[in-house]
């Protein structure tokens, strides 16, 4: 089973950005597709933005222009470019395993601790 560790959270002020890493253990990362989650207090969780095994991605339409999902096989990390941060982007953010199917990615790993984002204003 893969286990992920999320990385690279921080204080920044709107129009910063952030790089955050996945960081993942286990054999079967390089056949996993990987996706990021946000919750913000009183929130629900909701996707950020997904990337297959073949490096296809999805992003949720506040995410697309500002975010960037990558990968790098070699080494087992999953990363979530984050760029003119916005205040409303505050959120713990997760990654975790998904299985992509029609309607888009579903988690189907456990929750990690995440790692805080907080975009001042």
């Known amino acids: 089973q893969v286990q992920l560790v999320e990385s690279g959270g921080g204080l920044v002020q709107a129009g910063g950005s952030l790089r955050l890493s996945c960081a993942a253990s286990g054999s079967t990362f390089s056949i996993n597709a990987i996706g990021w989650y946000r919750q913000a207090p009183g929130k629900q969780r909701e996707l950020v933005a997904s990337?297959?095994?073949?490096?296809?991605?999805n992003y949720a339409d506040f995410a697309k222009g500002r975010f960037t999902i990558s990968r790098d096989n070699a080494k087992n990390t999953v990363y979530l470019q984050m760029n003119s941060l916005k205040p409303e982007d505050t959120a713990v953010y997760y990654c975790?395993?998904?299985?992509?199917?029609?309607?888009?990615?579903?988690?189907?790993?456990?929750w990690g601790q995440g790692t805080q984002v907080t975009v001042s204003s």
């Open positions: 990337i297959s095994s073949d490096s296809s991605t």
């Open positions: 975790n395993s998904v299985i992509i199917i029609a309607t888009g990615p579903v988690p189907f790993g456990s």
